[in-house]
């Protein structure tokens, strides 16, 4: 029996119970879902955290109502792809993130893409591909291009002991093994401060900090060790180095019983064979309409469901527990037309799953009343940065070199970089045109009426099937097509943020001072994503843990969360965020202590993976397969 309906019994036993009152109690108990089922979840955003969540949500419990509030008037989030018309054809620009991995959490990408039947419209850029294997730092004043054990030993040697990007980084690394472990007292440090007390301070200003620029687009001296790179924080404390660490995964990789457990649970799926063998050979991989085809398609599997409900434009003012402590209880208002005169709407949910901002949530989480006692957050600040992309698109093909594109490091003097830009990407990598393709492309009709046979450069005969590639561009002729990211923590404070214009401006000219480009672009994009990458900071860890217990202590297991402020900031992340979070919430026993952050800090417990096992999929089974 429910908290609620004993507080509803007490009171009314204080009063002389009679028939009428019996029946207003069996009324009442029928009307209260049972104490922690999760029978109307309300889901707060609907970027792909609250979308993925709705869709683990009705797969896991299919009688759940979902309703979906989003205060914009798309879903999808950040993943935002748009196609812009040119001569002949189309550009596919990506506004946000533009490539998932399959590695790791990115099972589940792959397990959605097989579910929803997305394989065909699925374009993988190979392990041996210039992308993978091409990845580029500008320091002090051109382009280096990254050693890969494909180019040699010769080659590489070369690169390290030829480029000023090297210089104190290559002894310090040999000699990291040397250095003594931290203080057993310490708890959390930067990424900076970890990597200058263990190698050097050279590898952080002109390596790492490029690595961080292209992933949190933060600042390395500020980004926790413990948060972003847990594994080498542990290596140090259990192996004395990174080096004993790493040479300590060749008997086996290390992983908390946690994460076993979850690559057991992914194995059992039925994968199609075809499928994960083409993945094992994947470096990244996107859809032939971008990334929002894989959110549109989630979207469009919910729809069809007549237990989701879709509320866009429709801002959450406030939420709390709701009077009986049953569930929640959100007031939402109309986003598009704001009327102070209009009373909010009131709704109540036995559940709710917050996949918006940490400061988002806390924003709407303060009590409701106007008191002199200061209220704590539900969260505890987590930052975010501000980061614009400017999607350009020339004529000429081939401007940019071959490769992924190219990092710029903190170390980068500032004459080279007067932007602040973060690196650019080339997206022709991993999003090939018909361009190039299209001559064998038109030889297939005759080849399929046995006429033409195409061989390669060797003068193997081709298979047809090789060369029905998905591409994302249209045009019959492809030219460059590059991503510059500007911002991040370089506009950390900023009062306001460039103009599109200036935007523009600044990466036409880090373009031409890099890359030598010149040429106008034919089309372009600029877009100003605000604080789109939470920070992990140092100290995250304990304000995750001081989020759960608030959690816990206002909400009593009935709000949960999720997103890029928890597990990740990738895409992939989210969806573990969002896996994790409805498997908490399917589980019943102890569900009041949870909250979506009961794995925050745990003790780990590390099993030893056999040596060689691959991830979570790659040894998918057929349906019946033992
Ligand atoms: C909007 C800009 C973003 C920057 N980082 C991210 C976004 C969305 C998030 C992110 N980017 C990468 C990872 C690592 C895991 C992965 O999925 O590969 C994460 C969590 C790597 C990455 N960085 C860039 C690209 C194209 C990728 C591949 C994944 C993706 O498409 O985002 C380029 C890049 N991202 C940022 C900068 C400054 C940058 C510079 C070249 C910031």
Not at 279 to 289: I, M, Q, W, Y
Request: proline fraction near 6%; aromatic fraction near 8%.
């Amino acid at each position: 029996m429910s908290e609620a309906m004993l507080k509803y019994i007490t009171r009314t036993r204080r009063s002389s119970i009679n028939a009428n009152s019996i029946a207003k109690i069996a009324r009442c108990y029928a009307s209260f879902p049972s104490s922690s089922e999760p029978s109307d979840v309300a889901i707060l955003g609907g970027g792909i955290t609250g979308i993925a969540s709705a869709y683990y949500l009705s797969k896991a419990l299919p009688a759940t109502k979902i309703t979906i509030y989003e205060t914009g008037p798309r879903m999808g989030g950040w993943l935002s792809s748009k196609r812009l018309e040119t001569e002949g054809g189309s550009i596919l620009f990506e506004a946000g993130p533009r490539t998932l991995r399959p590695d790791k959490n990115g099972v589940l990408a792959a397990r959605m893409i097989q579910e929803l039947g997305l394989q065909e419209d699925t374009i993988f850029t190979g392990t041996d591909s210039p992308a993978a294997r091409m990845r580029y730092i500008y320091y002090p004043d051109h382009l280096v291009r990254l050693p890969h054990p494909t180019f040699g030993m010769f080659q590489n040697l070369r690169t390290v002991l030829s480029e000023p990007l090297f210089k104190g980084i290559t002894w310090p690394l040999l000699r990291e093994f040397l250095i003594d472990a931290r203080d057993e007292r310490m708890d959390d440090e930067s990424v900076g401060s970890f990597m200058s007390r263990r190698i050097s301070k050279n590898i952080v200003d002109q390596a790492v900090s490029a690595m961080i620029h292209g992933i949190y687009a933060g600042d390395v001296w500020q980004l926790s060790i413990k948060s972003l790179f847990p594994s080498l924080w542990r290596y140090e404390k259990e192996y004395t180095s990174i080096a004993q660490g790493m040479l300590g995964q060749k008997e086996g990789r290390e992983v908390t019983k946690r994460e076993q457990a979850f690559m057991q649970e992914m194995k059992k799926f039925a994968w199609d064979l075809d499928f994960t063998a083409k993945l094992a050979r994947t470096n990244v991989f996107t859809f032939r309409e971008g990334l929002s085809q894989f959110s549109d398609r989630i979207v469009q599997k919910l729809k069809e469901n007549k237990n989701v409900v879709f509320k866009l434009d429709t801002a959450i003012k406030h939420i709390a527990r709701n009077e009986h402590a049953s569930g929640v209880e959100l007031r939402t208002v109309n986003a598009t037309k704001p009327d102070a005169n209009v009373p909010p709407e009131s709704s109540t949910h036995t559940h709710a799953i917050s996949t918006l901002s940490a400061h988002h949530l806390s924003a709407i989480a303060l009590p409701n009343v106007t008191s002199a006692v200061a209220v704590l957050p539900l969260v505890p600040k987590i930052p975010a940065v501000t980061v614009m992309t400017v999607n350009l698109y020339f004529r000429t093909p081939d401007l940019a070199p071959p490769g992924f594109g190219y990092l710029i490091p903190l170390a980068t003097p500032f004459e080279q970089n007067s932007e602040r830009a973060l690196g650019v990407v080339f997206d022709n990598a991993y999003s090939p045109s018909k361009d190039g393709l299209s001559n064998f492309l038109d030889l297939l009709g005759g080849n399929s009426a046995g006429k033409v046979v195409v061989r390669d450069s060797s003068g193997n005969e081709i298979n047809p099937k090789r060369l029905a590639v998905v591409t994302q561009d249209t045009v019959p002729k492809v030219g460059t097509k590059v991503t510059v990211m500007l911002g991040g923590h370089y506009w950390d404070g900023w009062p306001a943020y460039p103009s599109e214009q200036e935007g523009l401006d600044m990466a036409l000219s880090i373009l031409k001072r890099h890359l030598n480009i010149s040429e106008r672009p034919l089309l372009h994009q600029v877009n100003l994503q605000q604080d789109c990458i939470p920070q992990y900071h140092v100290g995250h860890e304990s304000r995750l843990k001081t989020a759960h217990e608030r959690l816990k202590e206002r909400f009593g297991g009935r709000l949960r969360v999720a997103g890029s402020w928890i597990e990740g900031v990738g895409v992939n992340d989210c969806l573990r965020s969002a896996w994790d979070v409805v498997k908490g919430l399917q589980e019943g026993p102890g569900s009041g202590e949870k909250t979506g952050l009961e794995m925050v800090g745990q003790e780990e417990v590390y099993v030893r993976l056999p040596v060689g096992l691959p991830t979570g999929f790659a040894r998918g089974k057929k349906e019946g397969e033992d």
